[in-house]
């Protein structure tokens, strides 16, 4: 794989919610500047997993982009998707669905009996509990390790410096199914260094999938390693 460290010009910023109505062609647009960083690194586009991320739209929202054929779609709170996702599964059977928010000890029961993956995964007392449900539940539950790749005091995710020992208990001693790593970097610096970061982790542990990238700078992370981008207000407008 060919890594860039320059982004390509685009129209990807926030857009207003009458772009709801337009959501199988915004999602169409998406696609295709996937597909092209894809080719601008020598990359395969049907490696690359578009999380559309739905959280504060509803159901009727969403159901224009499930019937454009997208399938994943990332939440950031437990009890909004526990309250739309059931229902929308029965018509869309194959959905996956991915928390991208924090995730409390109390929500844990409820978040593996509603999500796929769990892509915040931050601290080893939210990991023991994700092991300890999902035995319960006899449900394999994928998960990323979120990185606070900005050491920033106020946001969620395990330090560079503490992730190798996270890492080894999630998968050693708990038995998780770690899929990948999950960054959001400062939202007042260059993001290009934290992309960087999240893909030399990944290929010093081992880690093949990372989760980086939204609606303003998806182009860029895929330019730099990730493997799943997260789009939201790109696809379905501000909210």
Known sequence: MVLATQSRDRSF??????????????????????????VDTRRDPAEMNLVCVSKTFSADEILPALRSGQRIFGENRVQEAAAKWPALRVDF???????????????????????????????????????????????????????NTGAESQKAGVSVE???????ACRHDLGLTIEGLMCIPPVDRPVSP??????????????ENLSMGMSADFEQAIQLGATHVRVGSAIFGSR
Request: aromatic share 4%; glycine share 4%.
């Open 194 to 207: 934290h992309f960087a970061l999240l893909y030399r982790l990944g290929r010093d542990l081992g880690v």
């Open 162 to 168: 503490e992730l190798p020992a996270l890492l080894n």
């Open 13 to 38: 910023g926030v857009v207003s919610v009458s772009a709801v109505d337009d959501v199988p062609g915004r999602l169409e647009k998406v696609r295709r500047a996937i597909a092209r960083a894809c």
């Open 93 to 147: 059977p194959d959905i996956e669905l991915h928390l991208i928010g924090p995730l409390q000890s109390n929500k844990v029961e409820m978040a593996i009996d509603v999500f796929d993956t769990i892509q915040s995964v931050d601290r080893l007392k939210i990991a023991s509990a994700i092991a300890e449900h999902s035995r319960k539940k006899n449900k394999t539950i994928s998960c990323f390790i979120q990185v």
